[in-house]
Every structure is written in structure tokens, then in C-alpha cells.
């Protein structure tokens, strides 16, 4: 092989191997700047729920009288993860998906799943820790989930049972 040949393959997987680490470097980072993208926009939708949540539970202390008068009748409106979860649906972001998911919810449609439970437990662990973030993969999906604790205030707790009581006296 000549002089002149081996230059030009120097150059040549030099430049390929420039290339390929280019490609990488912004590869990660168009995916970072997609990811913080994406959990910007979830925390605006956990921002709107948990207004939601607020304007429920403070409304719900005036709209008592109602909820006295009429023991019989439930008003889904009166929860605050229903609330929720209305709100969030309005809101129809595509591909963004809230649950609030409990130990032990009223609505077996909030119940913790496998990983969520392996959330709750590593959020359990780090007391200080105000959210996580990660990737799941299933099947050939990945997906970006964004957790954080939520504490049911006692009071709540109390209303809720309070209300059940009258609902279930006898006629």
C-alpha cells in the first residue's frame, strides 16, 4: 500500500470515528431536551390536578349543607381524585396519562401496581425526596413516568367517612 493510500484512510476513519461520537453526543441530548420537554408539560397537567384537588376539598366544606340535606345521593364532585382526574382528562394532553394510585384507595381503579408499589417503597426509603423519574419499558414501549408523594390531609379522611356514615344509616 502506498503513502498516499494510508493518509487517506487514516483521515478517512478518523473522520468516521468524529462522526459516530457526534452523532452520540447529540443524540443524548436532543433525547434530555425531549425528556424535559415532556416532564414539563406532566407537571403542568399534576399542577392543574392538584388545584383541582384543592378547589374540591375547599369547596367541599361549603357545599356541607347539601350533602347533609341529601345523605342518599353521592356527588362524585365532592371527591377530589375524581376531580382530578376530570380536570386532567379535559385538559387532553396527547400521550400524557395522571393516576393517583393509593394503598388502600375507596376506587379499585386507583390501586397500586407492581412498579408504582416499587415507586411508593423508594419514595418511602428517601423522606426528603419530593419526586422521581425513570423509564419503564414494556413490551417494546418506554415510557417517562414522573412520581411524586401525595398526603391525604386527616380531615379529609374524616369528611369521607363522616359521609359514608349517613349515607349508610337505615330509612
Known amino acids: 500500500m502506498s503513502i498516499k493510500f ?15 461520537a457526534a452523532l452520540c453526543i447529540l443524540w443524548k441530548q436532543v433525547a434530555n431536551n425531549v425528556d424535559r420537554e415532556v416532564l414539563g408539560t406532566v407537571q403542568m397537567v399534576i399542577g392543574g390536578a392538584l388545584a383541582a384537588r384543592a378547589y374540591t376539598i375547599d369547596t367541599r366544606h361549603g357545599m356541607r349543607a347539601v350533602l347533609e340535606n341529601t345523605p342518599e345521593t353521592f356527588y362524585p364532585q365532592t371527591v377530589p381524585a375524581y376531580a382530578a382526574r376530570q380536570i386532567t382528562k379535559r385538559l387532553a394532553v396527547h400521550d400524557v396519562a395522571y393516576r393517583e394510585a393509593m ?35 414494556v413490551g417494546s414501549k418506554e415510557y417517562l413516568y414522573l412520581a411524586m408523594p401525595m398526603v391525604v390531609p386527616t380531615l379529609l379522611v374524616s369528611l369521607a367517612m363522616e359521609s359514608r356514615r349517613t349515607r349508610l344509616r337505615p330509612c
Not at 6 to 20: A, E, K, M, P
Not at 121 to 130: I, Q, S, T, V, Y
Open 6 to 20: 494510508r493518509i487517506i484512510l487514516t483521515i478517512g476513519l478518523i473522520f468516521l470515528l468524529g462522526s459516530s
Open 103 to 137: 394503598l388502600n384507595p375507596t376506587n379499585p381503579a386507583n390501586r397500586m401496581g407492581t412498579r408504582e408499589m416499587d415507586l411508593f417503597r423508594e419514595l418511602k426509603a428517601a423522606p426528603g425526596k419530593e419526586r422521581l423519574t425513570g423509564r419503564w419499558s
